[in-house]
């Protein structure tokens, strides 16, 4: 049951759900659950595997894993001790109405999916970007119509390599899991196809009526200037698409840290979608 309840937990988050899981680390007297027994919850706690024992206790468990699942989006852990006695006492103890008589400490834990990056344009940044991708084993695919710019030896660790006219990929993009990518990264050598597959993906999102928030959809950004992106923001609002919509596109994309080469550029928009993942205020130091 616990391989089960692992590998469960694990396809969730390759399918960038995040995951709840509790685990019995510490028994006394009489109680339902071993050592070892654990449940994972996914989906905004409409799913879970496993059992810590079943009865009070795991009523209990479910409902604090479902707080949590839907309280962050960070990673988060607590130990719980609870009692099996509605008469248990003790500050850090929870009672249950139970007439086993024992105790249980679990260990509850809130795990976040990591980043799945789409890269349109397969150029130098985006070479740059897969590279330091993958030194932080995040996943990676990669959209471009010339086939020199989209294969697996250009792009050896893409998950999925989206060779094909800009038509062909966004009604691709319609059957897609809105959820499958953590962020969409325009770094197009044609300004004309970045702008098609902009307001395209924009377009398709909008009619989900779903948010781009990194979570139910991707974050969007686009490498440019500011005159760049005002033209794009003129067209989209010309073909119907929503200011709020528009306003969550990042443009241009990356910290502010003076960054020019393609090495640069990568650490610079890495680093702000890490600032958006672990929801840090890039603004302050992260040492002590």
Known sequence: MTAAVMRWALDCLDNRKSVVLATVIETSGSVPGKVGARIAMSDLGSMWVGTVGGAGLELKVLDRCKELINRYSNPYGEVKTFGLNKGAKGYEV???????????????????????????????????????????????????????????????????????E????????????????????????????????LLGLLKIYSNLKIELDGISAPRIGVIGSRSKWQEFEKQGLAIGIGQEMLDSVICPIGLNIGAQSPEEIAVAVLAQIMSNFKDIDPSKPNWR
């Open 166 to 197: 800009v038509d062909d990929f966004l009604e691709s993009m319609i059957s897609e899991d809105s959820s499958k990518f953590s962020d969409i990264l325009l770094l197009g050598h044609d300004w004309s196809e970045d702008q098609q597959r």
């Open 94 to 164: 929870q009672p249950l109405d139970s007439l086993c008589g024992g105790r249980v400490t679990l260990s509850i834990e809130v795990m976040i999916p990591m980043p799945h990056i789409l890269l349109i344009g397969g150029g130098h940044c985006a070479q740059a970007l897969a590279d330091s991708l993958d030194l932080l084993g995040w996943s990676y695919s990669v959209h471009d119509t010339r086939q020199e710019f989209c294969n697996s030896e250009q792009f050896p660790s893409a998950i999925q390599l989206y060779h094909s």
